[in-house]
Nanobody, 123 residues
């Protein structure tokens, strides 16, 4: 059974950093691109970034430019989102998702989704 489990969320002060992890199981991780999304209270889900099978990266939102870095470790079946210079507006539930093939547009229907991890940026 395909499964994605996020971890690494928490409370961080503005300007701080967090690294989110996305542990995958139940499918061939190497054949899937991994995306990160977030949803803030009262807002629609927003795509953050995607890392492809070939480890090319796509940024879905300009707000993450220069602050967030997506990566993957196929040996560990795990995707990562390194977040730095965090701002209060980054507060959201962060989800990872997997899609077969290359990184699609952010509104594409990914195949598998995790349950999410809460990130709160506050002093």
């Amino acid at each position: 059974q395909p499964q994605l489990v996020e971890s690494g969320g928490g409370l961080v002060q503005p300007g701080g950093s967090l690294r989110l992890s996305c542990a995958a199981s139940g499918f061939t991780f190497d054949d899937y691109s991994i995306g990160w999304f977030r949803q803030a209270p009262g807002k629609e889900r927003e795509g953050v970034s995607c890392v492809s099978i070939s480890e090319g990266t796509v940024l879905y939102t300009d707000s993450a430019k220069g602050r967030f870095t997506i990566s993957r470790d196929n040996a560990k079946n795990t995707g990562y989102l390194q977040m730095s210079k965090l701002k209060p507006e980054d507060t959201a539930v962060y989800y990872c998702a997997a899609v077969s093939g290359s990184c699609p547009p952010p509104n594409y229907d990914y195949d598998y989704w995790g349950q999410g991890t809460q990130v709160t940026v506050s002093s």
